[in-house]
């Protein structure tokens, strides 16, 4: 497997449940990345790891909790969220967090809140 | 402020034909990166080329080019003979300082066959 993999693709959720989207990059990067893209809205960046360290925390609710265990693999746990939590999740990896590093994205997983 | 600017919220090409797509940015620092990215409806994030601030020439990788003018802080993406599977969103964005990659708000672009 190459790149950057996230799983699932898509989850369908109610308010009351608790789920993890996984993210792994097969890259050997330093940092990787969450993001949420929701419709007519620019992609906003939630979370940042650098070296398996958390680095940044964009207001993002409690509702949502990232772990990361290693340099390779991300997760987002999720726990009473709303409808308006609803969008694309993608995350993206690079090989540091300098000006000229690329991130590379993996496909998101589309999440619906019911 | 917004620090990526893409005036184009649509664009139409005919196949075959070359399209250009605006991104206007605003920084203050003198070093920064620039990237374009292609989103299709799978929703997948596709690099593809990138600028930095003190590259002399601008950037290409195939069919891309980045219009790079530095003074006017503009970095237009030039696609050449147009696909069908060029139809996608794209997105430019800047990274800048210590600062993590901000995106613009995308251009979608349809390719008529």
């Known amino acids: 497997e190459t790149g950057v993999t996230q799983t699932p693709r898509h989850l369908v959720m109610g308010m009351t449940n608790k789920k993890s989207l996984k993210c792994e990059q097969h890259?050997?990067?330093?940092?990787m990345y969450w993001y949420k893209q929701s419709a007519k809205k620019p992609l906003e960046l939630m979370f940042v790891?650098?070296?398996?360290?958390?680095?940044e925390n964009n207001s993002v609710p409690s509702r949502f909790s990232p772990e990361c265990p290693n340099s390779s693999h991300l997760f987002l746990h999720l726990h009473t969220l709303q409808p308006e939590d609803s969008a694309l999740y993608l995350c993206?990896?690079?090989?540091?967090?300098?000006?000229?590093?690329?991130?590379?994205f993996g496909p998101g997983t589309r999440l619906t809140v019911l | 402020a917004q620090k990526i600017t893409q005036t184009q919220p649509g664009m139409f090409v005919q196949e075959k034909e070359a399209v250009t797509l605006d991104c206007t940015y605003d920084?203050?620092?003198?070093?920064?990166?620039l990237f374009w990215y292609k989103q299709p409806s799978s929703g997948e994030m596709i690099f593809l080329i990138y600028?930095?601030?003190?590259?002399?020439q601008n950037a290409t990788e195939g069919r891309y080019s980045l219009n790079f003018q530095k003074a006017r802080k503009s970095a237009n993406l030039v696609i050449s003979a147009s696909q069908l599977g060029d139809s996608a969103m794209y997105f430019c964005?800047?990274?800048?300082?210590?600062?993590?990659?901000?995106f613009g708000a995308g251009t979608r672009l349809t390719v008529k066959p």
């Open positions: 890259l050997g990067h330093n940092a």
């Open positions: 600028q930095g601030s003190y590259d002399q």
């Open positions: 964005a800047m990274r800048e300082g210590g600062d993590d990659m901000r």
């Open positions: 790891y650098n070296f398996k360290e958390q680095t």
């Open positions: 920084t203050s620092d003198p070093s920064y990166g």
């Open positions: 993206a990896s690079s090989q540091d967090r300098t000006k000229t590093d690329t991130q590379y």
